[in-house]
């Protein structure tokens, strides 16, 4: 009789309170105003970041507009154009700062391309002129053929096809050799 009173349902402890931890409402605030963005990290990345961690906060109302606030405080040093941006146009949630960042973030990066003076396909130009090429043989290497092969298969098979004749020491053989293999380098370090 003893030994059924000792394990009474109703003696115990509510299961789900009893198994759940506490949340220390100050740590996780703390946690969240102290949360900054890392130096590589992506914006959406420390915004996920963020809303995670407000969601144990218990702000109430108020939980958009302090996570976005926190967003723009705290983003890194490189984004400084994008504090200034979310100061400028005074989001409203912190989905609209999110989304002004982004557009910022990629208008950045398009002007970046725009101040980029050579493709690749200039440098390929430029570096057969430098050693010598003829004009039909850098059309050769720039020209995609009819079939579905690439510009780099094409550098390939040209790379295979100077591998199987071997001239006599000839300079200009060397010079071509020289070129194919800056021109890999160039669309390699492009792409």
């Known amino acids: ?6 394990f009474n349902r109703k ?10 931890p506490k949340i220390n409402i100050t740590m996780e605030r703390h946690k969240l105003f102290n949360r900054k963005q890392l130096p590589d990290e992506d914006i959406d990345v420390y915004a996920t970041d963020l809303k995670n961690i407000s969601l144990s906060c218990e702000f109430g109302t108020l939980r958009d ?19 200034e941006k979310l100061l400028n146009k005074n989001p409203t949630s912190i989905d609209k700062a999110i989304e002004i960042a982004k557009a910022c973030e990629l ?6 391309q725009l101040l980029q003076p050579e493709t690749s396909i200039d440098k390929a130009i430029e570096i057969a ?12 290497l720039l020209q995609p053929e009819t079939t579905s092969s690439s ?4 550098l390939h098979k040209q790379e295979d096809r100077s591998s199987q004749r071997k001239p006599p020491n000839n300079r200009q053989s060397h010079f071509q050799d020289n070129v194919l293999l800056k021109v890999k380098n160039v669309v ?4």
């Open 1 to 6: 009789m003893e030994r059924h009173k000792l």
């Open 11 to 20: 003696q115990l402890p509510d299961e789900e309170n009893y198994f759940t």
């Open 65 to 83: 507009n302090i996570v976005k606030d926190i967003f723009s405080w705290n983003l890194n040093n490189k984004n400084q154009y994008i504090k």
């Open 107 to 112: 208008s950045r990066h398009q002007a970046k």
């Open 129 to 140: 002129k430098a050693c010598e090429l003829s004009r039909h043989q850098a059309k050769q």
């Open 151 to 154: 510009f780099v298969g094409r």
């Open 188 to 191: 390699n370090v492009k792409n």
